[in-house]
């Protein structure tokens, strides 16, 4: 069955340096990866998407990379500020844009100042 | 910004009482979803909304659970007999067709069932 999970619960980083979030996943038949933070008491805010048909996209601060040879996507984060301390979920999306995201479990991205 | 507003924020009931959840979607989005999280726990599909009926849903979606669109501007997920197992954080979501990076959570209902 398909699975999308995380390697790490839980990731300190010092304030300033660069965060790797690491994600595997199992179903290779998904369109589209995402990566989605979450604070505290809010719901899920979408970051950066990645389509199965590239290997690295850049956004603001944000570097998604999707290895599909060992279904792994990672997000990087530049110079980690304290507002960056939050859950951040990887999610996979199958084609058709208005299905389910199917969630992994979560790392928890602690900033220390 | 457009938001997906929920309300209320935090919902206490008793075991074997029914509850509605209540959420006004983004307005011209026609794609409505329910999710949920239970703490600690990631967030999971419940079901999905378009046209005035259900287009999937998940196997915790069982009977006890049912959705609404009552007007123009409401979506709703009832849970008819609550359990305790029901406690979690539910968040609705919309999106426009093909636009999933527009799928706007809302704040989420914390619901406690005692």
């Known amino acids: 069955g398909e699975s999308v999970g995380l390697h790490l619960p839980t990731l300190s980083v010092q304030e300033g340096d660069n965060s790797i979030i690491n994600c595997a996943y199992s179903n290779s038949a998904s369109d589209y990866f995402i990566w989605y933070k979450q604070e505290s008491g809010k719901g899920p805010q979408f970051i950066i998407d990645?389509?199965?048909?590239?290997d690295k996209r850049q956004g603001q601060r944000v570097t998604v990379l999707l290895n599909k040879t060992v279904k792994h996507l990672s997000l990087q984060i530049a110079a980690t500020q304290p507002g960056d301390s939050a859950v951040y979920f990887c999610a996979e999306l199958p084609s058709g844009g208005y299905q389910k995201v199917t969630f992994g479990t979560g790392t928890k991205l602690q900033v220390i100042p | 910004e457009p938001e997906v507003t929920q309300t209320p924020s935090h919902q206490v009931t008793q075991m074997g009482q029914e509850v509605i959840l209540r959420c006004v979607p983004i307005s011209n989005h026609l794609y409505f979803y329910w999710y949920r999280q239970i703490l600690g726990q990631k967030v999971e599909f419940l079901v999905s909304?378009?046209?005035?009926?259900?287009?999937?849903k998940s196997e915790i979606f069982d009977d006890q659970f049912s959705v609404e669109r009552p007007d123009g501007s409401n979506f709703t997920l009832k849970i008819r007999s609550t359990k305790l197992e029901d406690s979690a954080m539910y968040f609705c979501?919309?999106?426009?067709?093909?636009?999933?990076?527009?799928?706007?959570f809302g704040s989420g209902t914390r619901l406690t069932v005692v």
């Open positions: 909304f378009y046209n005035n009926e259900i287009s999937e």
């Open positions: 990645i389509r199965s048909n590239m």
């Open positions: 979501a919309s999106s426009q067709p093909g636009q999933y990076y527009g799928y706007t």
